[in-house]
């Protein structure tokens, strides 16, 4: 997969290519991240990529013609593939999308600065706006870095096992169980004796009940869009009553 990346801070990039699953994604070949920095698309001497808004007000906007000239120029290198502006006005990003564009053969993202960029650029550039949640940041390059991470999970041979992207937390609309290692006794709370046993099935369906559980608990909207199967069911309503008998003991 390539991904082009727009921000007037590539540098800050280096902290997601440095280590890590990008890295390894970048190193085995199945991610080739490119960054272009709009300033370099800048004939004056103060290489100017904002300027004051219209209307007045507060802040900075970036300036359409170096954003234009920028994607020109990864154009002309090989880019292709959808715009995303990386922005809290657009679609609150999830696993489900996240999934759906690392199926792609490339991605240009698009990071603002400042209060934002002159939304003629956007009207005739950018094809999906993307937002990592309902707060403001100083500018796209953390949610860029998120989507970036995001992806290469999916990418062949990035994870060490393939099938953890697949049992993962939201890859069934469920938060993960929760996870151990050694040693067994720890700051006097042990390991629950399921784990320790081997009985594979005994392991899946208590994993299973343990999620089932911390999304019910944790998270009632997503649990509202899942349709459970019998043992689903029967599983998640055996937390319930676990939770009820705990609660009454203390
Ligand atoms: N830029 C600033 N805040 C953002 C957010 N929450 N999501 C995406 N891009 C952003």
């Not at 934002?116 to 999906?128: A, P, Y």
């Not at 999916?154 to 697949?166: E, R, W």
Request: include cysteine; glycine fraction near 10%; hydrophobic fraction near 40%.
């Amino acid at each position: 997969m390539r991904i082009d990346i727009v921000s007037i801070f590539p540098e800050m990039f280096e902290a997601v290519k440095c280590c890590g699953s990008v890295r390894r994604a970048i190193e085995c070949g199945v991610l080739d991240l490119r960054l272009w920095d709009p300033r370099d698309s800048t004939n004056d001497n103060y290489r100017r990529v904002d300027d004051r808004p219209y209307g007045g007000g507060p802040g900075m906007v970036m300036l359409a013609k170096p954003l234009t000239k920028t994607l020109q120029r990864l154009r002309k290198d090989g880019a292709q593939g959808r715009v995303i502006h990386l922005t809290p006005q657009g679609a609150r990003l999830d696993q489900g999308r996240i999934r759906d564009l690392a199926a792609l053969s490339g991605l240009v993202l698009l990071t603002g600065r400042y209060e934002g960029i002159d939304e003629r650029l956007i009207e005739q550039e950018v094809d999906e706006e993307i937002s990592i949640g309902d707060y403001v940041l100083a500018g796209g390059e953390l949610p860029a870095m998120v989507l970036v991470e995001g992806l290469v999970r999916y990418l062949p041979g990035v994870l060490g096992n393939d099938a953890s992207v697949m049992a993962e937390s939201f890859s069934e609309g469920l938060l993960d169980w929760p996870h151990y290692t050694r040693p067994e006794q720890f700051s006097g709370r042990a390991v629950p004796s399921v784990l320790l046993g081997g009985n594979h099935e005994a392991i899946r369906r208590w994993r299973l009940q343990q999620a089932l559980g911390r999304t019910w608990e944790r998270r009632p909207d997503l649990m509202e869009r899942l349709v459970l199967n019998e043992e689903q069911h029967e599983l998640l309503a055996s937390y319930q009553r676990e939770q009820i008998d705990e609660e009454i003991l203390s």
